[in-house]
């Protein structure tokens, strides 16, 4: 029997009224969060979370800015937000987004390595919609809603081995996605080949370094010599493919691992900073505040561990 989008937001609308997008972190107590969003108005702060977030719409219509691209999602649509993806949500009057947050080291600790999700997806979804939005009429053939409602059905009752149970279903939604993000892959990197005879995944040496070394000196004139470009095309070819030049990219992954140090330790601003590869306090402050909206000191005020 095929799963009802009406009896979906039914359901939804009954055991959980009223309920907002929390801005805060999953924790190991807490690697999944379900939750329903109806009324986040149009001025949003644009902002960006550490974990994966799908969201699902069950009835109405909204407006989702993701890094700069505007999307519009309808009842029966799936949105999908990988880490690090700046974006805002604009919720016409009616509608009601299903939002499930969950941890990725829950969800793919030894099976997924850390340049499969810094690089493949962002590669992927800078250059398809279809990557980004998976539609109704896509879905409506798959088991993905029912999974969905179940979700949030665990996540309610949390009966015995609520979370494994939960892993199981998001592993199966992971696997839709992953699988449509491969074969798109696939048909840009044939696109690309054709075009200019070069393989994008030259490139994942230099992300991997990245991921590894990002606290030391790397510069994008020692990432050409990795990749075998000149250092002209290397950074024509990183924003093209990336979607973000070589600097921001760098910077994208040390402010990251600057959250983790603010959350849970006690050490001073600088030396987070010096710890996760920035030369300049100032600098680090400047460029965490043009990414996450927020200072480090508020930042780690608002979701820093209260036990130092």
Request: hydrophobic share 35%; with cysteine.
């Amino acid at each position: 029997m095929s799963f009802k989008l009406e009896s979906f937001t039914e359901i939804l609308n009954k055991e959980f009224p009223g309920a907002k997008l929390e801005q805060t972190s999953l924790t190991k107590a807490e690697p999944v969060k379900c939750l329903l969003i109806d009324s986040l108005s149009g001025n949003d702060v644009p902002h960006y979370h550490d974990f994966i977030e799908v969201a699902y719409v069950t009835n109405s219509e909204a407006t989702v800015t993701v890094n700069k691209s505007k999307y519009t999602v309808r009842s029966g649509d799936m949105l999908v937000l990988i880490p690090g993806d700046v974006h805002t949500y604009s919720v016409k009057s009616g509608c009601k987004l299903a939002c499930i947050q969950a941890d990725t080291d829950f969800l793919f600790s030894t099976i997924l390595s850390n340049s499969d999700l810094h690089y493949s997806m962002p590669y992927t979804l800078s250059r398809k919609e279809g990557a980004r939005i998976f539609r109704a009429t896509e879905l409506d053939d798959t088991d993905i809603p029912r999974l969905i409602y179940r979700l949030f059905q665990e996540s309610t009752e949390k009966k015995s081995f609520y979370k494994l149970a939960m892993r199981a279903d998001l592993s199966s939604i992971a696997l839709h996605v992953f699988r449509t993000w491969d074969r798109i892959n696939g048909e840009l990197e044939s696109e690309d080949s054709k075009r200019n005879g070069i393989s994008s995944y030259r490139l994942t040496g230099v992300l991997d370094a990245i991921e590894k070394e990002y606290m030391n000196e790397i510069t994008a004139e020692s990432m050409a010599k990795k990749a075998g470009m000149s250092y002209s095309y290397f950074s024509r070819y990183f924003k093209s493919t990336i979607g973000h030049t070589f600097s921001e990219y760098l910077n994208s992954v040390r402010i990251k691992a600057a959250e983790d140090l603010l959350i849970n330790t006690d050490i001073p601003v600088s030396e987070v900073a010096s710890k996760v590869g920035f030369a300049n306090t100032s600098y680090f402050i400047a460029q965490f505040k043009k990414q996450l909206h927020i200072t480090p000191k508020k930042y780690r005020s608002n979701f820093g561990k209260s036990d130092f």
